[in-house]
């Protein structure tokens, strides 16, 4: 029999809603049917934490007397937006300061960006400000230098464009050099190889065709609570499937949002890669309404049927052609040894499961005492049947 | 047969005595250097691993501070941060001792300071900073 979220809020509130995380629904499925697990299970609870690159912080930081309308501003030296109105910032977890040296000495540290000035500003550390304006009738000042605090500004907006992606490629390196990517330090002829997804944990691999999650699903995000806003930037729901449904390579995405004063920096983690630069580290989970048997199936997903594939990131990837090497699955890559090729390989994490459990539980236990109702999306995520078409870029020569 | 990892710190005065030779040599000690260097202040930094009779290893460590060689545990040296941890693992797969080990069950990480020689691939891939080395 169907359920309607209404119905699982009504039992939320009266602290009788069954509420299991997508690890502990694999072995609930096992002993009992899909069906009687499915009218017995109200909710599952999914979880995600690691590097996220598209995210970044709205703030407003109030007028100042007299009044600005910044032109250019640095937080703790590291730049930000302020191509908005007056005094609307918004800072990128990828921004470095300008004195940063980048890859000038190989491979650069990335010691401080745009990712740690976040974790700083939930941490409620205060935040160095150094604006810079051409000034106006109505916004005169020309300079503005100040600290400032979290818990003073109007709003500060954690907005990230693209999250949580469904699944990812592993990353290997076929080249006779030690190369620095976004997936780690690859040791030359297939020395080791990185992964980056909670797999059987992670929000999207346990709702494939996006039949529960849309616009205005409310999640736990970076320690407090956001709501997905919209599909995130390159959702891409047209990809190789295996029977279940579950893509073989990258496919959909989250924009996330919420308020970033309810959040913690234990789960937004400012993050330093190696020869790549700074991001942030972002805690994510959705919680999954169990409607109908279909979607309890798609739950029960477990590390052994989802595969992910493996990638040479010395010449395919940044070439841009991304040619799979081989598939391996997420139980394959958690005990820490794959083999590509004919040849052992050592894999690690840079998406932590340990947090993502983390995080499902935590988002369990807000459920379970009536803390957090389930919301009945705006509008789905655009699924397979939405007519996407990922686009490349078409270079036309500027003559 | 003993053995440990040790930091030795020489003062100005020491930095050119062949020192490990006489080690070797006349204490019968087998000694593997890991690391090596002399800072602007000229104060001489020697990371090794030593090890041989009990008895000799502590006649070796003697004539040491004799000398005026400082002798500390390289463990001392060695801070794993575990609150900044995420128990990613990126740092596992590339520990050439070993010494990060993955519980596969918990999926969270484990540090033994005595089977680290302080190499530091993994300060390198550690996205948060979770190690730091102070050699």
């Given amino acids: ?399 | 047969m003993q053995k440990r990892k040790v930091v030795l710190t020489f003062p100005p005065s020491l930095i050119d005595q062949p020192v490990t030779y006489h080690l070797i040599r006349d204490y019968d000690l087998v000694v593997n250097i890991l690391k090596a260097k002399i800072s602007p202040k000229e104060e001489g930094r020697l990371m090794i691993e030593i090890s041989g009779k009990r008895e000799s290893l502590q006649r070796g460590m003697n004539y040491l501070q004799e000398l005026g060689v400082e002798v500390q545990p390289l463990a001392q040296d060695i801070i794993w941060l575990e609150e900044r941890c995420t128990h990613c693992t990126a740092c596992a797969s590339i520990c050439p001792t070993k010494a990060i080990a993955v519980d596969r069950k918990e999926m969270k990480i484990s540090f033994d300071k005595e089977k680290c020689i302080a190499c530091e691939l993994c300060v390198s891939v550690c996205p948060y900073k979770a190690i730091e080395i102070l050699f």
């Fill in chain 1, 1 to 399: 029999m169907a359920k309607t979220i209404a119905e699982i809020n009504e039992k939320i509130k009266k602290g009788k809603a069954v509420v299991v995380t997508a690890e502990e629904i694999i072995d609930i499925a096992k002993e009992k049917d899909i069906k009687k697990a499915a009218q017995e299970v109200d909710v599952v609870t999914t979880g995600t934490f690691g590097p996220m690159c598209s995210s970044g912080v709205l703030i407003n930081i109030g007028h100042s007397k007299p009044r600005i309308k910044i032109e250019k501003v640095y937080l703790n030296g590291v730049p930000a937006c302020a191509d908005l109105a007056a005094v609307d910032i918004y800072l990128g977890a990828t921004a470095l300061p300008d004195d940063d040296p980048r890859n000038k000495i190989y491979p650069g540290r990335f010691n401080y960006g745009g990712g740690h000035v976040i974790e700083d500003l939930v941490a409620g550390k205060d935040i160095k400000l150094q604006a810079t304006a051409y000034g106006t009738d109505c916004y005169p000042r020309k300079k503005l230098e100040t600290w400032i605090n979290i818990r003073d500004l109007n709003e500060a907006i954690l907005f990230n464009p693209r999250n949580a992606t469904q699944n990812y490629e592993v990353a290997v390196n076929l080249s006779d050099k030690v190369i620095y990517t976004y997936m780690g330090m690859l040791k030359p002829n297939l020395g080791n190889a990185y992964y980056c997804s909670a797999g059987q944990l992670s929000p999207l691999l346990n709702d494939p065709y996006y039949k529960t999650i849309g616009i205005g699903t409310r999640i736990f995000l970076g320690g407090g609570v956001g709501y997905v806003v919209w599909n995130g930037t390159q959702h891409n729901p047209n990809v190789p499937r295996t029977e279940e449904g579950i893509p073989k390579v990258a496919s959909g995405t989250l924009a996330v949002m919420g308020d970033l004063k309810q959040m913690s920096p234990e789960w937004l983690r400012g993050t330093s890669i190696t020869g790549y630069g700074a991001d942030l580290t972002v805690g994510i989970g959705v919680p999954i309404p169990i409607l109908n048997e279909e979607i309890l199936r798609y739950t029960v997903v477990s590390d052994e049927e989802i595969y992910a594939p493996v990638v040479d990131y010395s010449k395919s990837y940044p070439s841009g052609s991304s040619e799979v090497l081989c598939e391996v699955s997420y139980a394959e890559l958690k005990t820490g040894m794959i083999t590509v090729r004919g040849k052992k390989v050592p894999a690690a994490g840079l998406s932590s499961y340990a947090k993502a459990r983390e995080i499902a539980q935590i988002l369990k236990e807000w459920i379970k005492r009536g803390k957090f109702l389930l919301t009945e999306p705006v509008f789905l995520l655009p699924s397979v049947d939405a007519g996407i078409t990922f686009k490349d870029l078409k270079e036309r020569p500027i003559e």
